[in-house]
């Protein structure tokens, strides 16, 4: 399941999840969950800091299955509990900007009912060559591996 993208600059991923709100919400901003669901297999994430408030910063290392990190770095602009995470990489802590901003991304659990949740990953691109090149690097492959392993891992929560 997807959702219609806003604008030419945006890519999104919808999923129902069966498990309420509240254990996806902790699988984003608990950094030993994180760590478990958030790269795509064979990728891992050995290394998660999370300031998670409006301001707070932070770091996610993904490694990939040769050895090489990809930190990412970013700064929280909205935190409503269980609701609503707003993230970008435009900051890498506080007003410190980034060298290149690439993404914005505004995740919502929606209770629908039955200890579900719909699950919607909105990206939002500073241009629509860094939507394409997103796309490109195999966003709705990638998210939604990651998006099937973290309804795994709040499966057993």
């Not at 030419?8 to 699988?27: G, N």
């Not at 991304?105 to 949740?117: A, P, Q, S």
Request: with cysteine; proline share 7%.
């Amino acid at each position: 399941m997807t959702s219609v993208p806003e604008t030419d600059r945006e890519l999104v991923l919808t999923r129902d999840i069966d498990a309420p709100r509240e254990k996806l919400f902790r699988a984003w901003t608990q950094p030993e969950l994180l760590k478990q669901w958030f790269a795509p297999l064979p990728f891992t994430t050995p290394h998660a800091e999370l300031d998670v408030r409006p301001g707070g910063s932070s770091v996610i290392v993904m490694r990939g299955p040769d050895g090489t990190d990809y930190p990412n770095r970013g700064v929280y602009l909205e935190v409503v509990e269980n609701e609503r995470l707003v993230t970008t990489d435009a900051f890498t802590s506080a007003c410190q900007p980034s060298e290149k901003p690439f993404m914005t991304l505004i995740l919502t659990f929606e209770d629908i009912g039955g200890g579900r949740t719909r699950y919607t990953a909105r990206v939002r691109h500073w241009t629509v060559e860094d939507r394409e090149m997103h796309e490109k690097m195999g966003f709705h492959e990638g998210w939604g591996t990651c998006a099937d392993q973290l309804a795994a891992l709040v499966a057993r929560l």
